[in-house]
T-cell receptor, first 114, second 113 residues
Framework: QKEVEQNSGPLSVPEGAIASLNCTYS??????FFWYRQYSGKSPELIMF????GDKEDGRFTAQLNKASQYVSLLIRDSQPSDSATYLC??????????????FGQGTILTVHP | NAGVTQTPKFQVLKTGQSMTLQCAQD?????MYWYRQDPGMGLRLIYY???????DKGEVPNGYNVSRLNKREFSLRLESAAPSQTSVYFC????????????FGPGTRLLVL
């Protein structure tokens, strides 16, 4: 089982729709969770981070965390063609050799079509 | 502020050659990281430096060495390049070690023939 796993994609949504990106993780003690966006040929850039159970909203983006289910998601409302990118979920390790290190999922490619 | 900078942007090596990838940050961050990104594999940690004067292995350290030259600079060295090291390399930095956002450089595309 991968430590951080994202829905495989690619995901295609029409402009204006809600895009839902999902991520599960195996380290039950993980405390911090990050979503990065990566345009083709570019470096990852942070969209949001979340530490507490529940929802965190920032503009059109909402991160949702459920530690009991070891699940974190990113919702993009009113999707725009400019949101087309690869989205990376990253989880910070809780202890042992993983302490503090970010483990990334393989990424989900999102395409928003006009 | 330039943020995190990396040189070179692109490099072609022959098997067995050596090279050093340079990384610098101007955000006064304590922690720095080197990742590689391969298709379908996400980002994998090669080495990291939690603070100036310390370095530790990540998930895929074999074939690499690092030097934390000072607080700003963190270099990655390939002593004898292999085709399996063809990848995109990203340097990142963060203010601290735990629960801190990492900021990425533009990347170095390395092709080993």
């Amino acid at each position: 089982q991968k430590e951080v796993e994202q829905n495989s994609g690619p995901l295609s949504v029409p402009e204006g729709a809600i895009a839902s990106l999902n991520c599960t993780y195996s380290d039950r003690g993980s405390q911090s969770f990050f979503w990065y966006r990566q345009y083709s040929g570019k470096s990852p850039e942070l969209i949001m981070f979340i530490y507490s159970n529940g929802d965190k909203e920032d503009g059109r983006f909402t991160a949702q965390l459920n530690k009991a289910s070891q699940y974190v998601s990113l919702l993009i409302r009113d999707s725009q063609p400019s949101d087309s990118a690869t989205y990376l979920c990253a989880v910070s390790g809780a202890g042992g050799t993983s302490y503090g290190k970010l483990t990334f999922g393989q990424g989900t490619i999102l395409t928003v079509h006009p | 502020n330039a943020g995190v900078t990396q040189t070179p942007k692109f490099q072609v090596l022959k098997t067995g050659q050596s090279m050093t990838l340079q990384c610098a940050q101007d955000m006064n961050h304590n922690s720095m990281y080197w990742y590689r990104q391969d298709p379908g594999m996400g980002l994998r940690l090669i080495y990291y430096s939690a603070s100036e004067g310390t370095t530790d292995k990540g998930e895929v350290p074999n074939g690499y060495n690092v030097s934390r030259l000072n607080k700003r600079e963190f270099s990655l060295r390939l002593e004898s390049a292999a085709p399996s090291q063809t990848s995109v390399y990203f340097c990142a930095s963060s203010a601290g070690w735990y629960q801190e956002t990492q900021y990425f450089g533009p990347g170095t595309r390395l092709l080993v023939l």
